[in-house]
C-alpha cells in the first residue's frame, strides 16, 4: 500500500504543534517552511486535518494552526484517515463476475478469499496505527534526541510560533 506524501506531512506537521505553548498557532507558511514542502499542497491536508478535529483554525492575521486535542489522543490512524479518507486501501471489484466465462452464481455464497485477506491485512494495518499516538512518537524522538532535534524545532518555534490576541 502506498500512502501519500500528504500523510508524512500531515504527521510532521501535527507532531510539530505538539511543541507550542498554550494559546500558540503555526501558519501553514511557517510549517510548509520548516518542512520543506509546497504551502498550498500542505494548506490542504491541514484543512483535512481541521475537518476531522485534529487541530484548530485561528483566523486573522496572527491565525494559524493549534492542536484541537492533546497529543496522547491523536493517533496515526486518525490522521491517516483524515488524509487519505475512511476507504480501505483494496477495494474488490469481483473479477470472477466478468470475462467470457464468469464463475456461476452459486460461488459467491461466500466473500472473495482474496478481499477477505486483504481487508484482515488492513485491519491489523489500522490496529497499529492506532496504537500509536503522537504523544508515543514525542516520547520516542525525545528518548533517541542528542539535543539537535530539540534545539532545531525549539529555535524554529521561537521565531515562527504566534499569539493570536497579543
Not at 505553548?21 to 503555526?26: A, C, T
Not at 492542536?67 to 469481483?94: H, K, Q, T
Not at 470472477?96 to 482474496?114: A, K, N, V
Request: net charge neutral.
Amino acid at each position: 500500500m502506498k500512502l501519500g506524501d500528504g500523510v508524512e506531512q500531515a504527521i510532521h506537521s501535527v507532531t510539530m504543534m505538539a511543541g507550542l505553548s498554550d494559546g500558540g498557532v503555526l501558519s501553514a507558511a511557517a510549517l510548509a517552511e520548516f518542512h520543506g514542502v509546497s504551502p498550498s499542497y500542505l494548506l490542504k491536508h491541514l484543512q483535512a486535518l481541521s475537518g476531522a478535529g485534529i487541530v484548530a483554525t485561528v483566523p486573522g492575521p496572527k491565525g494559524g494552526y493549534r492542536l484541537a486535542r492533546p497529543p496522547s489522543e491523536i493517533s496515526l490512524l486518525d490522521i491517516v484517515l483524515a488524509v487519505e479518507g475512511p476507504a480501505p486501501a483494496f477495494r474488490c471489484n469481483e473479477l470472477r463476475r466478468r470475462g467470457p466465462d464468469p464463475l456461476p452464481s452459486r460461488m459467491f455464497s461466500r466473500p472473495c478469499s482474496i478481499n477477505a485477506a486483504m481487508l484482515r491485512a488492513e485491519q491489523a494495518y489500522r490496529d497499529e496505527l492506532k496504537r500509536v499516538s503522537i504523544a508515543d512518537i514525542l516520547s520516542d524522538v525525545s528518548a533517541m534526541d542528542d539535543g539537535s532535534i530539540e534545539r532545531r524545532s525549539c529555535a524554529f518555534l521561537e521565531l515562527h510560533e504566534r499569539k493570536p490576541g497579543r
